[in-house]
């Protein structure tokens, strides 16, 4: 897992590359003159039906993500602040909440491309280099979707489970991430699949193994494969 010292460090680029332009975004996500904004989806609350349903889908994006996104924002200006002032308790204390809710909007982000409705490609098995480098690390697809949900169903608490690709060796893997980590640094984020129990137990409630199950028939493999390099 990355340090903190990386995500800082790709916090601050976003923030920069944001102010020079209108709008501009990092690892999928949204910022309009050097502030997170929450990103449209692509299809209708209700499209993810019956894997996620409509109610689950409206409050993780409406108030889950606005969420992360407010108080990124918020704490990004205390920082600002706190600098101004040289208060260094100040930064020390604000930079975990930072890395927590800016996390919250990457990750966010990146898992609404990750989503697609039947009728838009959603569940159709990945092509092309993707599909040979999950072969050549797990033997099929089905081999890597039981490792997978083996993978999040193994997470204590709140996390997330990433199929990531390394950017030395290019090849692909499983990784988990407490919280609101984000994947950065020496991984790319291809795919990713949100354990937190707001993503869920409104429709599942403790049958969590079922929703990994479901949500396969929705993944956006067209997504995974741009992610791909």
């Known amino acids: 897992m990355s340090s903190t010292l990386l ?29 997170a904004t929450l990103p449209d989806l692509t299809y209708d609350y209700g499209a993810l039906e019956p894997a996620i349903s409509g109610k689950i889908m409206e409050l993780h994006h409406k108030n889950h993500h606005q969420t992360y996104v407010t108080s990124f924002n918020n704490f990004s200006e205390q920082m600002a602040e706190a600098k101004g002032k040289e208060d260094i308790s100040a930064q020390i204390a604000l930079q975990p909440l930072i890395n927590f809710h800016g996390g919250g909007h990457i990750n966010h982000t990146l898992f609404w491309e990750n989503l697609a409705p039947t009728s838009q490609g959603g569940g159709e098995p990945p092509a092309g280099g993707l599909a040979k480098a999950i072969n050549e690390s797990y033997g099929s697809l089905d081999a890597l979707k039981e490792k997978f949900n083996a993978a999040l169903t193994g997470i204590q608490g709140s996390g997330w489970a990433w199929l990531v690709q390394d950017t030395q060796t290019g090849a692909v893997g499983i990784k988990t991430y407490a919280n609101q980590d984000a994947v950065v640094g020496q991984f790319r984020p291809i795919l990713g699949i949100d354990a937190w129990e707001h993503a869920y137990y409104l429709q599942y409630q403790n049958r969590k193994a079922e929703y990994f199950k479901n949500i396969w028939e929705v993944v956006n493999w067209k997504a995974a494969e741009k992610r791909f390099q």
């Open 7 to 35: 995500r800082n460090s790709g916090f601050r680029s976003a923030l920069r590359a944001s102010t020079a332009s209108k709008r501009a975004g990092i690892a999928g996500a949204t910022f309009v003159r050097g502030k």
